[in-house]
């Protein structure tokens, strides 16, 4: 299996996915800082793998935290929450791990409890560290709802990477895409290169290669022309953040997919885990939108491509509104519109069910 990130040792050992695909370098963060600057600059990057990341960041910063006093080791906590809040912007799993983090760290010491700071850092390491073993498990679940939507003969479209790399392991869209494969399924995966720092034709590529599954990248502005000849069957993405109606951000790019498929007829999915949801906000329009350094689009490797002086947009994500999904795959089962109501009813499930569970109208497959 792919390892994305690890506590090794007492540091977090991550795969350093702006190598990629030429080397295959993990590189282990002794500070909370080096993790932060590890989430900015993409060297660990999709939704729930930054909220890993975040996790195990608050974790190992807290081994070095001053143990002067309580109410020192509990601000010492405040603030690198907060510093690993600012980090992105989109990612609603940013969020959920340090909630949950912070809502854990209230229960193991809270105001009248004892202070035993060698105890609560090692707690804080260990619930970080099943924050990462819950992923992968999540992500099987995404993976087993999702390859029911799958066909043997489907050539599937995926765009970004939301695969073991995006993620504790196995991945989200890539994972219903690896589930299929796993139960058989003949399918063939487009690749979209994913612009402006190609997460498709670097990462997406790379895990497909390295399990086998045939598949063909295209440059961003192929996917119409593909469509347009009935050559894609199904599409399948992640999400950075899902709102309460079902209008879902994701990498940049995501939302012209989700129109021309519509135009064709494709069916359009979204796999996430419940934590990308957010029911704190009512419609896609709130969803903050990341934008990033204009270098990732005038330059490549290092190499100027565009003109010294030339403006530059650089949004790291689009919001294609719930209209255009078919269905949303999470671990709690699958969402289908009306979303406001079926999206709501699926993320407050606390206690996962077995079998498959639909939320809405059954989706068509
Ligand atoms: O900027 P990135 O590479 O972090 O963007 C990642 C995506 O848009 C993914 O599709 C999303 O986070 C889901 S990952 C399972």
């Not at 999709?46 to 935290?65: D, K």
């Not at 390491?125 to 099987?140: F, G, M, S, T, Y």
């Not at 034709?201 to 086998?212: M, Q």
Request: hydrophobic share 45%; proline share 5%.
């Amino acid at each position: 299996m792919i390892r994305t990130i690890a506590w090794q040792d007492d540091t977090v050992v991550m795969i350093d996915q702006r190598r990629l695909p030429q080397e295959e370098r993990y590189l282990a963060c002794t500070t909370h800082r080096e993790v932060i600057a590890a989430i900015n600059d993409l060297t660990i990057r999709g939704a729930p793998a930054i909220g890993i990341a975040a996790a195990m960041g608050v974790a190992l910063g807290m081994l070095q935290a001053p143990v002067t006093s309580p109410s020192v080791f509990r601000e010492t906590f405040d603030d690198l929450c907060s510093q690993f809040l600012r980090t992105r912007p989109t990612a609603r799993n940013l969020f959920w791990a340090v909630e949950r983090m912070k809502a854990y760290f209230s229960r193991i010491f809270p105001s009248d409890g004892p202070f035993d700071a060698p105890a609560l850092r090692r707690s804080l390491v260990d619930e970080a560290k099943r924050i990462l073993k819950e992923d992968i498990a999540i992500n099987r679940r995404i993976g087993g709802f999702g390859a029911a939507f799958i066909q043997s003969g489907d050539a599937v479209l995926t765009h970004c990477n939301a695969g073991a790399l995006a993620t504790g392991g196995y991945g989200t869209a890539l994972g219903v895409i690896r589930a299929a494969v796993e139960q058989g399924k003949e399918i063939h995966v487009f690749v979209d290169e994913t612009r402006p720092v190609l997460q498709g034709a670097r990462l997406t590529a790379w895990e497909l290669v390295k399990e086998r599954i045939p598949a063909t990248l295209i440059t961003d502005n192929m996917a119409g022309y593909l469509m347009s000849r009935g050559k894609i069957d199904k599409i399948v993405v992640g999400a950075d953040r899902i709102a309460k109606n079902g209008d879902t951000a994701n990498k940049i790019g995501t939302y012209s997919l989700a129109v021309l498929a519509q135009a064709h007829g494709i069916p359009f999915y979204v796999a996430a885990p419940t934590s990308t949801i957010d029911l704190e906000t009512p419609e896609g329009a709130e969803i903050p939108i990341e934008e990033r350094a204009p270098e990732e689009v005038t330059a490549w490797g290092g190499y100027r491509v565009a003109p010294e002086g030339i403006a530059v947009f650089n949004p790291a994500f689009d919001v294609t509104a719930g209209r255009y999904i078919t269905a949303i795959i999470t671990e709690a089962g699958v969402a289908t519109a009306p979303y406001e109501k079926s999206i709501p009813a699926m993320a407050g499930q606390d206690k996962i069910k077995e079998g498959n569970e639909i939320y809405g109208q059954a989706a068509p497959v």
